[in-house]
């Protein structure tokens, strides 16, 4: 049994408010206790958005009732709002601003937009973007000018690492994160040797592919593996859509993540391509850093490193009902998690009730 600090997850969508068909607080927080997170922070392209202090006073309400594990409420930049989110930054886990296409209505276009909000934003806690590519370094550049810290959400191209180790190496105060989806599946939803197992090696296939950032080529992934040391976190950007929406015409970007982040990672603990420090280091002491989180006294997850299992949705938590991950032979479960001072999961069972969680920016 290895015995781990409680996991912190800075990208999560939770759907609420407007999409409580794909996931609410409740169901979030459970399936997050079950992949031994104990503290998620919970993007804002909500419906409607997270973006000003009704809607942000709004979803606080409704988390505290829900939320099973910790939390903070990111929320998100718009075209009018630089001034009033600035006011709530002591309430919001950090601002999010969405530079590229993505799924919902937040989306900073005009590059005059995003200059109010390096302006105005206070930098106790960093600005995180949604900005992949020639944005990611259009936004980095905006950072410096206003001398502000800037997180890059969900990075996935070799072109991306480089460019963040070569500003970290001049003292840019750029922090990043990937997606264990952007480090076990390459373009097509083909998963990568030696983790992926051979019964699945098809891919994935029509909308349940569909993510963003897209899933990238196989030298992208392998840049980052040989430049983890530049990636300061793990993101699992938890993005639930229904199997029907994700089968259906139109399909929504996204995957859920919560539940397949420690077992895919412990595999890759197993194969010798990650340690534990690393897996602490991005999962507890960055993400504490970066985003100023308070410790969570008396919070463990308890881990049978040897446990071999397949990897199935329908003994998930999550209310989308699938994962990009079905069939996957992992090595390392989750077997309990104790959250200040209480068991939260157990062999399968989550023991927390809604609203045993905390607002950490509360
Ligand atoms: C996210 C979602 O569904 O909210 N989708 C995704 O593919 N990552 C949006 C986002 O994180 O940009
Ligand atoms: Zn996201």
């Known amino acids: 049994m290895i015995k781990l600090p409680g ?8 759907r609420e408010p407007g ?21 998620v ?36 930049a718009g075209p ?12 919001a886990a950090a601002l999010k601003m969405y530079l590229d296409s993505t799924f919902g209505q937040l989306r900073l276009d ?12 206070p930098d106790a806690t960093p600005i995180v973007t ?13 950072a410096q000018l206003f001398d502000k810290p800037i997180h890059i959400a969900h990075i996935s191209l070799r072109e991306e690492v480089l460019l963040i180790k070569e500003a970290k190496a001049r003292g840019i105060k750029v922090t990043c994160e990937v997606c264990p989806h952007h480090l076990f599946l390459a373009d097509g939803g083909i998963p990568l040797a030696p983790a992926g ?26 840049a980052l593996w040989a430049n983890l040391d530049v990636i300061d976190c793990f993101a699992t950007d938890h993005a639930p859509h229904t199997l029907a929406e994700k089968d259906g015409e139109n399909p929504p970007p996204g995957f859920p993540g919560l539940e397949t982040l420690l077992p895919l990672l412990l595999t890759a603990v197993s194969e010798g391509r990650l340690t534990i420090d690393q897996i602490i280091e991005k999962s507890v002491t960055n993400p504490r850093r970066i985003f ?31 994962t990009p991950f079905e069939g996957w032979q992992v090595k390392g479960r989750v077997t309990r998690v104790v959250l200040r001072g209480q068991e939260a999961y157990k062999d399968g069972k989550i023991l927390a009730e809604p609203g045993f969680g905390v607002n950490i920016r509360g």
């Open 7 to 14: 996991l912190i997850d800075p990208h999560v969508h939770l």
């Open 19 to 39: 999409a409580t068909h794909k996931e609410d607080y409740d169901t979030g927080t459970a399936s997050a206790l079950a992949g031994g997170v104990t503290m």
């Open 41 to 76: 922070l919970a993007m804002p392209n909500t419906k409607p958005p997270i973006f000003d202090q009704a809607t942000l006073s709004a979803v606080l309400a409704t988390a505290k009732t829900k939320a099973r594990c910790d939390y903070a409420q990111y929320i998100g």
């Open 80 to 91: 009018e709002n630089a001034a009033e989110v600035a006011r709530l930054a002591s309430q």
């Open 110 to 121: 005009d590059m005059t937009l995003w200059m109010e909000h390096f302006r105005l934003w």
């Open 130 to 142: 949604h900005s992949e590519s020639r944005s990611m370094a259009a936004a980095i550049w905006m």
């Open 197 to 222: 197992c051979d019964c699945c090696s098809g891919g994935l296939s029509g909308g349940r592919a569909e993510v963003r950032p897209r899933l990238a080529t196989k030298a992208d992934v392998d």
């Open 292 to 322: 100023k989180l308070p410790e969570q006294p008396e919070t463990w997850v308890e881990v049978d490193e040897n446990a071999r299992y397949e990897i199935r949705a329908a003994e998930m938590h999550s209310r989308c009902g699938w």
